[in-house]
């Protein structure tokens, strides 16, 4: 079993290894409860399919230690992410009698993450949570770093809470369920992470021919908490280097917002790095050129990298973001591979950036 430690302002571990669904009492009670025995409420939190599929496991090793296990069930889906969701799962831990020493459970992807992440952070005014997520992405991006929210009728994620988890469980297990759509999703957070800090992660995406399916998960999962657990680190709060972590995210946004939501964001992602490399290179911002080994990268893991938007329209995407303000916008670009900087842009060039980027510019 891999285990990383998570050195925020509340410190937490990472657990990642096959199986672990079925030992998820033991983990919490040596993790959360520092060896105490489970004598308390713990509240799962699930979409239709992960109920399904592994609240049975999670549960039955629950019981086996103790605990008092409770299950909510929502919609699978970006969509579940509301206000109303929110209040349910709040007023079904009142119901219940949930006290500060009681818990939650995320089980599921982003959405059911975010969601529980919420409750957690605002129940009580806060109340512990275990993070176990069931797809890549949320693996290797919004189950470590405390990021939790509810989308708003003028957005996404406009109402949240940074709320660390006490405990994140990575089951291997979950990954084999995912279509291949889901695990290039994925794989596109992995990739950005390699650009981003970890020049050795990306030479080993390159060269995954050979490799055995099970090792070169674990080993790309593991690599990119490890850059994503630097940077949240030293930028809890989010207010600089974590913003590093948007590599692509600026056109991925702004196109996803454009399909309404059709377009996963792993996709999206994935075409907005290798448009910000292109841009970053033309600008003369990256030191070498990072766009021909990322466009190799990318078109090798199978991405479609077309963009049905012009620069016109993802701009005023872009500059429609209720959380954006002032005159510049700050893009995470590639220096080299394996390392990328903040820059500033004004807003009036943000066209133009994507125009580069999309190679309908100069
Ligand atoms: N998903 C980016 C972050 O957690 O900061």
Redesign the pocket.
Known sequence: MTKLMINTSSPYRVHMDRGLMDHMGALVCEDVLEGKSGDRHICIVADAFTHEKFSHRVESSMREKGFTVHKTVFPRGEDAKTMGNLERLLEYLADEGFSRSDMLLALGGGTIGDLAGFAAASYLRGVKYIQVPTTLLAAV??SV?G?TAVNLSRGKNLAGALWQPSLVVLDFDALDTLPRDQILCGMAEVIKSAVIGDPVLFEYIYNDDEKDRDVFMRECVEAAVKVKARLVEGDER?NGR?QL?NLGHTMAHAMELCSDYSLSHGMAVAVGMRACARAALKMGWSRTDCFTPLDRLLKKTGYDLSCPYSPAQLAQAALSDKKRRGHTITLSVPIEIGRCDLVKLPVDRLEEFFAIGMDEGK
Do not use: H
């Open positions: 991006d919004s770093g990021k989010d974590r972590l």
